[in-house]
Nanobody, 124 residues
Framework: QVQLVESGGGLVQAGGSLRVSCAVSGGTFSSYAMGWFRQAPGMDRDFVAA????????YYKDSVKGRFTISRDNAKNTVYLQMNSLKPEDTAVYYCAARPFGGLEYLLSDYDYWGQGTQVTVSS
């Protein structure tokens, strides 16, 4: 059974940085395309960033390009989202997702496994 567990969320001031992590157990992590999504209160869950199984390719939502960086460590079965220059509108619950043998997926329906989410709050 594949399990994803996010960590690293918290409260940060606008302009600050935060790194969230997603540890994956079960299955073969190195074969999974991974993604980060977020959901603000009252809003749909939206795509943020994706990374290929090898880590060679990444894809970002326009509003986070240049501020967020997705990366992975296949030896640690972990994917990261480094968030810099945070804005209040980045406040949301952040979810990681996995798709075996996937590419750079950006639709919720493309992913097979999800974590429980971690709260990120950016104060103004």
């Amino acid at each position: 059974q594949v399990q994803l567990v996010e960590s690293g969320g918290g409260l940060v001031q606008a302009g600050g940085s935060l790194r969230v992590s997603c540890a994956v157990s079960g299955g073969t992590f190195s074969s999974y395309a991974m993604g980060w999504f977020r959901q603000a209160p009252g809003m749909d869950r939206d795509f943020v960033a994706a990374i290929s199984w090898s880590g060679d390719s990444t894809y970002y939502k326009d509003s986070v390009k240049g501020r967020f960086t997705i990366s992975r460590d296949n030896a640690k079965n972990t994917v990261y989202l480094q968030m810099n220059s945070l804005k209040p509108e980045d406040t949301a619950v952040y979810y990681c997702a996995a798709r075996p043998f996937g590419g750079l997926e950006y639709l919720l329906s493309d992913y097979d496994y999800w974590g429980q989410g971690t709260q990120v709050t950016v104060s103004s």
